[in-house]
């Protein structure tokens, strides 16, 4: 493949018009916009940070310490929301897919720049709605993130308006899903035929169909909780003649496949990082792009795992615990490839790899205790308690989480040309997980003792997990800090990053870095997979 | 603290194991076979990497291994959520469990009530579970039991406790302010202890009047044990201190602003008021108060408002 020099072009960073802020928020450059959704999402996740941070504070000692029963139970929702809605579906594929995706297979941009702006827009106003929440006069919602019927529909506080900025974020979501699925059917380079698509594209694009399928029902369910609140109609609460059952059904039908909105980008960056830093191809290119597909398929008919002690029908809860246990396979298949692709490599310990390891352990130990609580007699005990709690921080943290951690090292040095530090970056990784595990590990324990969730207080007998946890809270914010820190430093005084910088062979790393406007000179011609790196 | 204490509980602890110990398995090996590879194929020990692009044999061997394992735990979970749910003895004990905000009450064949759980040792109990508001859920971990209370409709589930002792209950599903103080006490005893227990205060529990009587009388005394077997406790306190709803210290013969149909009117507390709180509590609502009040249409006798009011009347 020819060298791709930024030529007359200049590349996306540099000023373009008039310049300014207005050059960004309405570009309709897909690079642009990626940058537009990082700068927003890391700020919302530092905002859930901080939430969680508190509420963890709060627990330090029994009984009231540093807040009221109201502010803890919307501390809880809020930062359910906001590390949910705005953060952990939204960013791997609205940051790196927008950024990569139209690179990765060869495109100039994606198919609807116009409708990514206005996905962008969308996000901002969801956000906008969802941290209004907190400023206007009932205060912010107090149900938890599920919203639960008819909790939901008798409170007073502001539900209706934190409904419909995850109604906004709702279509936000779904125009991205449309503009990736459109633009990997259509916009692929020449010979980039299926089977040459980096498995981050594979990803990306088996997450779009969810977010295609899956949001809407969730935008309907949350609407008509919003009618009953406002028009008295009885659709959820039995008082009116409703069913709350129904309300878990229609939530958890998007909630679940959320969770694979969730991880999939961030496996499909794991499956990046893994070859090119062992710099051999990756073991079973096949079962690991299928499996994307897989997880997307069986993870839309696992969804009453959530309600086994709901009150359903039993045949119910049988039919939904297989397919759990199902959609546990391909995931597993892929967790199989990326160790099987370690071997017989050339292992480079870079910062990115590091990260992907840590991910591989956390995302494990959240993937193995699902099957626990897959388990239906030891769901009915587990359910609901700190041991769920832990379950999906592994997932969603130290899963989906420390798997964007790893994009975010990884192509760093793509988007913005520099380099940062990775003794720092190392370090960062470092008490990242150990804060992380001491902060979430014990509360397995707890949840097996049978500590309910979204308690604001608990019994004498939960008090030495609970400090534990806590102070794992602390040297996780010290690792969250310290990255950030180090990226953010690296933004203005890194120094010079290469065109390929860690030696991949996908093609965002043959254009330079950072890429020009238009991403390439001329469309390049793929003759050869995403793993087929140059031998000396 | 760990260990399960009822017949059922001991059983799904083992399968705990089982899986558990599983999981504990497979995530050593593929935590193992990371670093190893990870020592062993350094660049610098190995800089001339092989290409292996998969291993048909090797990749169906783990997908079958992987489903044979999947299956296995699914079969082991299946079983005793199979007695849980569809085999409750015909025998056994059966318990009304009535959660509201955030109170639970259970009540006995012969029409006892409490606010803890006090259940026979080594014989079934069926808990027929209600919620008068919001979502709840009967969670007693020491059993290994939970089931959420649905408004609208009665949940079972069942256990035999096989050893004597107190065990913590809770609330496990989110319902709002005091979520975490929904708690209570599950005591097991000895058959003879409990019988004793259910028979001894039986006859203090007024029957219900026949259709056409007059009127009962109130009773102070008897509105102070309706205050907290009836969950009033949760949401209003007797001391002047602030909770949910208003205290009830002082508060009779006093003018209050209301609510009513959107509008703000002043009333007067007086018997008339604190009937219809209680059966159309969200009819006149205090300024300063959400509209939160479950209805006790149904719920309480006029008999138990009565004694209700006479005890309001009595906290001066």
Redesign the interface.
Same mark, same amino acid.
């Given at each position: 493949m020819s060298d791709y020099a930024a030529g007359a072009q200049g590349n996306y960073l540099q000023k373009e018009g008039r310049g300014g802020i207005l050059s960004w928020i309405f570009s309709t450059d897909h690079k642009r916009i990626g940058i537009l959704y990082l700068v927003a999402i890391l700020s919302l996740f530092l905002v859930g940070v901080t939430l969680g941070f508190f509420m963890r504070l709060e627990l330090i000692t029994r009984g009231p310490t540093i807040m009221a029963?109201?502010t803890y139970?919307s501390l809880f929702t809020l930062h359910g929301v906001i590390m949910l809605f705005l953060f952990i579906i939204p960013v791997t594929p609205s940051v790196f897919g927008n950024f990569l995706l139209p690179i990765m297979i060869g495109a100039k941009d994606v198919a609807f720049p116009r409708l990514n702006l206005l996905s962008w827009w969308f996000y901002m106003a969801g956000a906008f709605l969802a941290i209004l929440t907190l400023l206007i006069a009932n205060g912010p919602a107090? !149900?938890?993130w599920t919203f639960?019927a008819?909790?939901s529909i008798?409170?007073?506080t502001n539900v209706t308006l934190a409904l419909s900025a995850v109604v906004v974020l709702g279509f936000s979501s779904i125009l991205t899903g449309i503009n990736f699925v459109t633009t990997v059917h259509r916009l692929r380079a020449p010979g980039m035929t299926w089977m040459r698509l980096p498995l981050f594209v594979w990803a990306v694009y088996a997450t779009a169909w969810i977010q295609i399928l899956a949001t809407p029902i969730l935008g309907v369910n949350l609407m008509l909780v919003v009618a009953e609140r406002l028009l008295g109609i009885g659709i959820f609460d039995?008082?009116k003649g409703g069913?709350?059952?129904l309300y878990q059904h229609l939530f958890w039908i998007y909630s679940h496949p959320a969770v694979y909105i969730m991880i999939l980008p961030a496996m499909g960056a794991i499956s990046e990082i893994v070859p090119v830093f062992?710099?051999? !191809?990756i073991?079973?290119? *096949?079962?690991v792009a299928y499996s994307s597909i897989g997880i997307a398929a069986v993870g839309s008919l696992v969804w009453g795992h959530h309600m086994?002690?709901?009150?359903f029908s039993?045949t119910a809860?049988?039919y939904f /615990?297989?397919f759990t246990?199902?959609v546990? @396979?391909p995931s597993? &298949?892929k967790?199989?490839n990326w160790?099987?692709s370690?071997? *017989?490599?050339?292992?480079?310990?870079a910062t990115p790899l590091l990260y992907a390891?840590a991910f @591989?352990?956390l995302f494990?130990?959240g993937g193995? !205790?699902g099957? @626990?609580l897959?388990?239906? /007699?030891?769901? &009915?005990?587990l359910?609901? !308690?700190y041991f769920v709690v832990a379950h999906f921080h592994y997932v969603k943290f130290g899963g989906a989480g420390f798997g964007f951690f790893a994009a975010l090292h990884y192509w760093f040095p793509k988007m913005f040309g520099r380099m940062y530090n990775t003794k720092l970056a190392n370090v960062a990784l470092l008490l990242l997980f150990i804060g992380f595990n001491t902060l979430f590990f014990p509360l397995f324990v707890l949840g097996?003792?049978?500590m309910?969730?979204?308690?604001?207080?608990?019994?004498p007998?939960f008090t030495n997990g609970q400090l534990i946890s806590i102070v794992g809270s602390w040297i996780l914010v010290a690792g969250v800090i310290l990255m950030v820190g180090n990226l953010i430093h690296a933004l203005f005084k890194g120094k010079k990053a290469q065109a390929n910088q860690w030696g991949g062979a996908t093609l965002e790393w043959q254009v330079p870095s950072p890429p020009p406007k238009e991403n390439f000179e001329e469309i390049p011609e793929v003759k050869y997979g995403p793993y087929h790196?140059k031998?000396d | 603290m760990f260990g399960a204490t009822s017949i059922l509980g001991k059983a799904i602890d083992s399968q705990f194991f089982i899986i558990t110990g599983i999981c504990v398995a497979l995530f050593s090996i593929i935590i193992f076979l990371m670093l190893y590879f990870s020592f062993k194929y350094t660049r610098k020990k190995n800089p001339n990497p092989t290409d292996i692009e998969g291993h048909a044999p090797l990749e169906l061997t783990f997908l079958g291994l992987s489903i044979a394992i999947v299956l296995l735990m699914f079969y082991l979970g299946w079983g005793d959520y199979k007695t849980i749910r569809e085999e409750i003895p015909k025998d056994a004990l059966a318990v009304k469990a009535t959660g509201q905000m955030w109170v639970w009450s259970f009540e006995y064949p012969n029409g006892k009530l409490s606010n803890t759980l006090n259940v026979p040792v080594n014989k079934p109990v069926r808990m027929n579970i209600e919620s008068r508001d919001v979502l709840h859920s009967f969670f007693v971990p020491a059993f290994r039991v939970k089931q959420d209370a649905v408004p609208g409709s009665v949940k079972s589930v069942w256990f035999t406790a096989d050893k004597e002792g107190t065990y913590d209950l809770f609330c496990a599903e989110y319902c709002g302010t005091n979520h975490s103080a929904m708690l209570s006490k599950a005591v097991v005893m000895s058959e003879d202890k409990f019988n004793g227990w259910l028979e001894g205060k039986a006859e203090a529990q007024a029957a219900p009047p026949p259709p056409g009587a007059p009127t009962a009388k109130g009773d102070a005394k008897k509105g102070a044990e309706l205050y907290s077997s009836k969950g009033c406790v949760a949401c209003h306190s007797t001391d002047g201190s602030k909770r949910i709803g208003p205290s009830f210290k002082g508060i009779y013969g006093t003018k209050v602003k209301v609510t009513t149909d959107g509008k703000q009117r002043e009333i007067t507390i007086d018997d008339e008021y604190i009937r219809s709180s209680e059966l159309t509590p969200n009819a006149d609502v205090v300024v300063g108060y959400q509209p939160i009040m479950p209805p006790q249409k149904g719920i309480l006798s006029d008999g138990e408002i009565n004694s209700l009011i006479e005890y309001i009347k009595s906290l001066k």
């Open positions: 029963a109201n139970n107090d !149900t938890g639960y008819p909790y008798r409170t007073g039995p008082a069913d709350p059952i062992a710099r051999r !191809t073991f079973g290119y *096949k079962a086994f002690v709901s009150g039993y809860g049988v /615990s297989l246990f199902f546990a @396979i597993a &298949i967790v199989y160790v099987g370690l071997y *017989k490599g050339s292992l480079e310990a390891f @591989i352990f494990s130990i193995l !205790t099957l @626990i897959g388990a239906l /007699s030891l769901n &009915i005990h359910h609901d !308690t097996f003792q049978g309910p969730r979204r308690y604001y207080d608990y019994l007998q790196f031998r | -």
